[in-house]
């Protein structure tokens, strides 16, 4: 049996038993697909792809269904993956494009994966370590008061309020704006505390409390900001899919509930290198997700946020996936967000 006619083979095995959710024949196989060999032939070659652990036979007198191994074998030699339509980039589009701010982006995104796929979306917060800082705002909030606001590039926005014990001049805030920005502003937030070691020194002796407790304040605000966050939406969609998972579809509802699984589900998802590949999709089949709850699902990633990602997205569902949709899916919507993260 030639590569090319088992993958055409095993390819079509995929497609029809992912459309019909019913174990594929030679038959249906003949009928369905234009193959070019004979029924016989047909019968072969399945028995070949059985052989080699890429189909299996559920029950006796049955069809054949793919395996994790096929399913794996399909991933890899797809050619390319399903592209949206013109309509669905544009409702896309519209409906990111109306975010107002980085939950709002998140949410939309989260919603919007699962509407599209009909599957779990997990979409990953903007890592601080991987973000870098765009801008700092210092003013004055009388009678003393002072207004922090820090902004990085992936549309975080945090707000503080320092306590002063007296009112503090405006050109001095102006100054010390300045002054962070130009020693702050493009460095990674956990490279920004160390930019800002002595800045207080270069101000006179009676400002440098106020200067102190603004660098402190931001400082503090970094760290406090230094957990990651995961959010799904989508999981009823499971229940759609019922009949893929061996008996219950709750160890994998179990696992999505747990922030912890979500995390390591998406730090799992990087490159071989261990970097985070823009444009990279990555899909993990049944058993080679290592979380035991999601041995009967697929899970497929990409990173985003531009030239630089700072973070992941994906669907998780049954190994019964619609793939090259999936995929496309996943990049397409990846992109659109590192867009808009790039915009704001």
């Not at 047909?42 to 269904?65: F, K």
């Not at 797809?78 to 339509?85: E, I």
């Not at 409702?91 to 995104?109: C, H, M, N």
């Not at 106020?210 to 009823?236: D, H, K, M, P």
């Amino acid at each position: 049996m030639s590569d090319d006619r088992r993958l055409a083979v095993l390819r079509a095995i995929v497609e029809d038993y992912v459309a019909t959710q019913e174990p594929v024949g030679s038959r249906a196989l003949v009928e369905r697909h234009a193959l070019g060999v004979s029924p016989a032939t047909i019968r072969n070659d399945m028995a070949a792809l059985e052989d080699e652990g890429l189909i299996a036979q559920p029950h006796t007198s049955a069809g054949r269904v793919p395996t994790d191994k096929g399913y794996r074998l399909f991933v890899d030699r797809l050619t390319a993956v399903k592209p949206l339509s013109p309509a669905e980039r544009r409702a896309i589009a519209t409906f990111l494009e109306g975010a107002v701010d980085l939950d709002d982006i998140v949410s939309r995104t989260v919603r919007l994966l699962a509407q599209i796929t009909r599957q779990v979306a997990v979409v990953q917060y903007p890592s601080l370590s991987r973000s870098t800082l765009r801008h700092v705002e210092i003013l004055p909030v009388p009678p003393s008061r002072i207004m922090l606001v820090v902004i990085t590039n992936t549309g975080r926005v945090e707000q503080r309020v320092v306590d002063t014990s007296a009112p503090v001049d405006e050109a001095l805030l102006a100054d010390l704006r300045a002054r962070i920005n130009a020693q702050a502003a493009g460095r990674r937030l956990t490279d920004v505390a160390g930019a800002l070691d002595t800045i207080a020194t270069g101000f006179a002796p009676a400002d440098r409390p106020a200067v102190a407790a603004v660098i402190a304040t931001l400082v503090e605000t970094l760290v406090e900001e230094s957990e990651e966050r995961v959010v799904l939406a989508g999981t009823a969609n499971l229940m759609r899919f019922g009949q893929d998972f061996p008996q219950t579809v709750q160890p994998v509802l179990e696992a999505l509930e747990e922030q912890v699984v979500l995390m390591r589900l998406l730090g799992e998802a990087v490159a071989p290198t261990g970097v985070l590949a823009a444009d990279q999709v990555t899909v993990r089949i049944g058993h080679e997700n290592t979380e035991e709850g999601l041995a009967s699902a697929s899970v497929v990633t990409i990173g985003y946020g531009g030239d630089e990602v700072v973070a992941r997205l994906g669907v998780v569902g049954p190994t019964r996936m619609d793939y090259p949709g999936t995929m496309g899916a996943v990049r397409a919507v990846a992109r659109y967000v590192g867009r808009i993260l790039a915009e704001s």
